[in-house]
């Protein structure tokens, strides 16, 4: 799924063929389709996988009783931490959205999005209400705007040991919540 992954990120699900994927795993291709039916499988597992795991890691924040700035710095944290721990599953989940809605389980990745995004709506809601994040900037515009820095991270973060997803989720919610000017 590692040799996959890399492949339909590098070069998109289209490009990719089954018998890549099994040259880089060092299998017969044949072997491939005893476990997938199809590469566009693959595909879908791959991004389930990703889903699912964000997700369960989002709500560990749920027993979590802490302000909504401080949860919306854990949802950021957690995002940059799976994002790192599978950056082509991200990058998979951005970039073949038609070949995704038109897989089988479309209704259970839908459904699975539809929660991460509940996820960051409610905290970022909770902020406003709280009248600890702005309220003359739509909510939705905001979420939008950090979700997608969050998001976007895999095609140019890379973690080291300087600069760990915990310093970069402090430093997009430094420009996101301070902003970026001195004083």
């Known amino acids: 799924m590692r040799e996959a992954a ?12 089954v ?8 299998v017969l291709s044949g072997s491939l389709y005893h476990h997938f039916p199809s590469k566009e499988v693959m595909v879908q597992d791959i991004v389930i996988g990703y889903l699912d795991d964000l997700l369960a890691r989002y709500q560990g924040l749920r027993e979590r009783d802490t302000d909504p700035v401080k949860r919306l710095r854990q949802l950021v944290l957690i995002s940059l931490q799976v994002a790192t721990d599978q950056p082509h599953a991200v990058e998979i989940y951005q970039n073949e959205g038609a070949v995704l809605k038109s897989l089988p389980r479309n209704e259970y990745v839908s459904g ?4 991460i995004h509940q996820f960051w709506a ?18 939705r515009l905001f979420h939008r705007l950090l ?14 040991e300087g600069y760990p997803p915990a310093k970069l989720a402090d430093d997009l919610l430094a420009v996101f919540l301070d902003g970026f000017t001195a004083g």
């Open 6 to 17: 890399a492949l339909f990120a590098a070069q998109g699900v289209a490009a990719t063929t």
């Open 147 to 160: 979700r997608d820095a969050v998001w976007l991270s895999p095609r140019w973060y890379r973690s080291t």
């Open 112 to 115: 699975l999005a539809h929660e």
């Open 19 to 26: 018998r890549q994927i099994a040259d880089q795993a060092g």
């Open 122 to 139: 409610d905290i970022i809601t909770a902020g406003v209400d709280a009248l600890e994040l702005r309220s003359d900037v739509s909510p």
